[in-house]
């Protein structure tokens, strides 16, 4: 998968601005606040349909700007496609594909697929379950339509058994509801479990492989699924999950009354991270914490290129000055197939990737450099 060319208009900072990218790595360079990581911005919402910065479109438009919008000409599947986003006041939104309006975020899926390994990914390790749940959602947005849709279904009824949980005392009516809500969101939950332990099992292995050879067969990487109430998800279809995910809900639902919390859910999921064989947050060092993350992101890149047959798009956001020469080294011997965009900042050291292509951005504008 390659994009070729974007164009942007009242995106972030960018008035009017158009690019062009080579198929192999591209080194955006700029000083800091000009709109580097914004241009990522665009190639990941072309791919995934939602922002990695932002939950509101309405942070994606130019200030002042009632409207905005991404295009590019990509490569994928072996034919070339256009890709399109119009956002409108930040509350509606259109998407389209050669020209032909999308009815929904998930009709993306598979058109573009772009991995993205930014500064907060180094907390994939240390940092809390959150971390980990938005590398599986963002990976799976892109992989399986049916992931998309569960995952918005269950973010609403979580958001609404939130409100009866914390206002039902002043309305008790609302626990007229609740059951309903339960439901629901055993069934949402299920789905996004069994997805996420698929993904992990094959991410697990994937990850293993490259932190041996990272390591020098020094350390052992496993990565393991965890949901609520310890359940074993591996190999089990969502209606052999909804059972015990119900049982989890009435098993707790005195102490979500009395919290006035959602406690049972895919909310709860997390992956468990060791190093040879010792819990890596709590006991990993920062050199051994960043060469996992970096072998989890790698492994992810893996996972995308096995399910389409084309290696996704790499999106390297400025990570490459958080890492050691070592590990910028092993990041850029297994980037050598694929298109890359990696963003450095003026005065850094750029990665030293052969034949790379630049391209130089200073506020909102680009300009091409040798």
Request: charged share 25%; net charge neutral.
């Amino acid at each position: 998968m390659v994009v070729n060319e974007i164009h942007l208009e009242c995106f972030r900072n960018y008035s009017s601005a158009s690019a062009r990218f080579s198929g192999g790595v591209n080194i955006i360079s700029g000083r800091n606040a000009q709109g580097k990581t914004n241009l990522l911005e665009a190639v990941y919402y072309l791919a995934s349909g939602r922002s990695f910065r932002s939950a509101a479109d309405r942070d994606l438009l130019r200030a002042g700007s009632g409207s905005a919008a991404i295009r590019a000409e990509i490569e994928s599947g072996g034919r070339a496609q256009t890709l399109e986003v119009r956002l409108h006041d930040g509350r509606r939104r259109e998407l389209l594909a050669n020209g032909a309006k999308l009815k929904k975020s998930s009709e993306l899926s598979g058109r573009l697929s772009a991995v993205l390994f930014c500064p907060d990914d180094l907390d994939i390790v240390k940092g809390g379950a959150a971390v980990r749940r938005k590398m599986m959602d963002q990976c799976l947005t892109q992989l399986r339509p049916g992931y998309m849709a569960a995952l918005s279904e269950f973010g609403r009824l979580y958001e609404h058994k939130t409100r009866i949980l914390r206002g039902y005392r002043e309305k008790p009516s609302l626990l007229d509801l609740l059951d309903d809500f339960d439901q629901r969101l055993a069934e949402q939950s299920s789905r996004l479990i069994y997805y996420r332990s698929a993904f992990a099992l094959i991410l697990a292995r994937k990850a293993a492989e490259i932190h041996s050879d990272f390591s020098g067969g020094a350390e052992r990487l496993e990565i393991s699924y965890k949901t609520v109430g310890g359940m074993d998800a591996s190999g089990k279809k969502p209606e052999q999950l909804l059972p015990a995910l119900l049982e989890h809900q009435r098993a707790h639902r005195q102490a979500e009354l009395g919290s006035g919390a959602c406690l049972s859910g895919a909310h709860k999921d997390d992956l468990e991270i060791e190093i040879n064989g010792m819990p890596a947050r709590r006991f990993a060092s920062q050199g051994q914490s960043r060469t996992a993350a970096v072998s989890i992101k790698l492994a992810e890149r893996s996972v995308h290129s096995d399910d389409r047959g084309e290696k996704p798009v790499l999106l390297l956001d400025d990570v490459m000055s958080e890492l050691d020469p070592a590990r910028q080294s092993f990041i850029l011997e297994r980037i050598t197939d694929g298109q890359v965009l990696i963003t450095c900042c003026d005065g850094a050291a750029a990665p030293a990737a052969a034949g790379a292509a630049w391209l130089h951005v200073e506020d909102g504008a680009f300009a091409g450099r040798a």
